[in-house]
């Protein structure tokens, strides 16, 4: 089984940037594709960033983050990153990643990103 450990949130004023890791174990990383979820107080669970296991990595946004967050990952690291940039008070949730398919690994504890004045 994988495990997913998340860091790198923290308190951020708006319009300050954050960039979150999660690195996994095991060796079936790279051939997956690869996400970055939130889940805010009260709310699901949501896919905001993904990426491709594929050589260049093609990667899609939900549309209130695109052009503000960017997924890269190194497979020789078994980590996925995500920069977030321009941040907002509303990208305030706990941050995980797992792989996207319809069965996950198990979550890990996730990062916190709180964006507050």
């Known amino acids: 089984q994988v495990q997913l450990v998340e860091s790198g949130g923290g308190l951020v004023q708006p319009g300050g940037s954050l960039r979150l890791s999660c690195a996994a174990s095991?060796?079936?990383?790279?051939?997956?594709?690869m996400g970055w979820y939130r889940q805010a107080p009260g709310k699901q669970r949501e896919l905001v960033a993904r990426?491709?296991?594929?050589?260049?990595?093609?990667?899609n946004y939900t549309d209130s983050v695109k052009g503000r967050f960017t997924i890269s990952r190194d497979n020789a690291k078994n980590t996925v990153y995500l920069q977030m940039n321009s941040l907002k008070p509303e990208d305030t949730a706990v941050y995980y990643c797992?792989?996207?398919?319809?069965?996950?690994?198990?979550w890990g504890q996730g990062t916190q990103v709180t964006v507050s004045s």
């Open positions: 797992n792989r996207v398919r319809a069965v996950k690994w198990s």
């Open positions: 095991g060796s079936v990383f790279s051939i997956y594709t």
């Open positions: 990426i491709s296991s594929a050589g260049g990595g093609s990667t």
